[in-house]
């Protein structure tokens, strides 16, 4: 038998019952599953298996005969199975001949360059993906030169719930939902010190707040 590719790229999910086999790319992981086919050797033993367990005498020594047929054929059997499911699978993978890695041809291959787009990325994709994260860093630096404070008395502490119902209180005096006061304590600038209230002075150092 020829050499079979994708050694390294598949997992085999056969079973006695029959051969399945799931290909990943080695850029995106993509999974493409070959169609399953069914072992009729493998279900012929466990039929007779079956039959032995219940029957015993000449269905116990058939069911030994098809196990040791499946355990002698059972590797040619595999084979031809990986090899009918990598020609199946074929067309949906290139390999990339500067890398070596296989890759699924609907994604991550560049058929211009007939190379894989880890070796030679799509422009237009670069282009467009460098157009978003420009866009998304301008908006963050647009952002940030923006005072979104200024209407916020941050000397002022507030409590982020509401005592009462637990609500966000969204900064304000009073709570949104029920409509209950919001304990607030002023936060002096020079010392640090918090007072209950809204005073003009810092009744531990004396100077005025916001000064």
Same mark, same amino acid.
């Given at each position: 038998m020829s050499n079979i590719p994708f050694t390294s790229n598949y997992q085999d999910?056969?079973?006695?019952?029959? %051969?399945?086999?799931? %290909?990943?790319?080695?850029? +995106? &992981?993509?999974?493409?599953?070959?169609?399953? @086919? *069914?072992?009729?050797?493998?279900? *012929?033993?466990?039929?007779?298996?079956?039959?032995?367990?219940? !029957?015993?005498?000449i269905f116990g020594r058939a069911a030994t005969s098809a196990q040791q047929l499946e355990s002698a054929v059972g590797g040619p059997i595999h084979d031809a199975a990986l090899k009918s499911a990598v020609e199946e699978i074929r067309p949906l993978f290139k390999? +990339?001949? #500067?890398?070596?890695?296989?890759?699924?041809?609907?994604?991550?291959?560049?058929?211009? *360059?007939? !190379?894989?787009?880890?070796c030679a990325p799509d422009l237009d994709e670069e282009m467009a993906a460098a157009q978003a994260q420009a866009a998304k860093e301008q908006? /963050?630096?647009?952002? #940030?030169?923006?005072?979104?404070?200024?209407? #916020?008395?941050?000397?002022?502490?507030? &409590? /982020?719930? +509401?005592?009462?119902?637990?609500? @966000?209180?969204?900064? &304000?005096? %009073? +709570?949104?939902e029920c409509g209950a006061a919001i304990a607030t304590k002023k936060k002096c600038q020079s010392c640090g010190a918090e007072a209950d209230g809204a005073p003009k002075f810092c009744p531990e150092c004396g100077k005025p707040y916001g000064a």
């Open positions: 999910l056969s079973s006695s019952r029959g %051969f399945q086999f799931k %290909f990943f790319c080695e850029k +995106c &992981g993509n999974g493409y599953m070959s169609t399953f @086919k *069914a072992n009729k050797l493998g279900m *012929a033993a466990s039929a007779a298996s079956a039959a032995a367990g219940l !029957l015993g005498g390999q +990339c001949t #500067r890398c070596g890695n296989w890759v699924c041809e609907p994604v991550c291959w560049n058929k211009k *360059a007939q !190379l894989c787009e880890d908006v /963050a630096e647009k952002a #940030r030169g923006v005072d979104w404070l200024a209407e #916020r008395d941050v000397a002022t502490v507030t &409590g /982020a719930l +509401c005592p009462k119902c637990g609500a @966000k209180t969204q900064g &304000g005096k %009073f +709570c949104p």
